[in-house]
């Protein structure tokens, strides 16, 4: 997922959390919770920086194989 996706997913958790709470639907241990849980969905690596770490990276030498000149 991208970064500003991500950014904007969790903006959107933040609103609604607080618009439950300022509705009443949540109390104030429970809205408190869910936006640190955002906050932790954030900053959590996604599944695609994790694959570019672990996987197997080719380089290009540039070199031209023995005896075909």
Avoid at 2 to 29: N, P
């Amino acid at each position: 997922m991208t970064t500003w996706l991500r950014g904007a997913l969790w903006l959107v958790w933040l609103t609604m959390a607080a618009v439950l709470w300022h509705m009443g639907a949540l109390r104030t241990g429970a809205a408190l919770g869910a936006g640190l849980l955002g906050t932790l969905l954030l900053v959590w690596p996604s599944t695609a920086s994790r694959r570019k770490r672990s996987s197997l990276q080719y380089v290009e030498m540039g070199k031209d194989p023995v005896g075909q000149l």
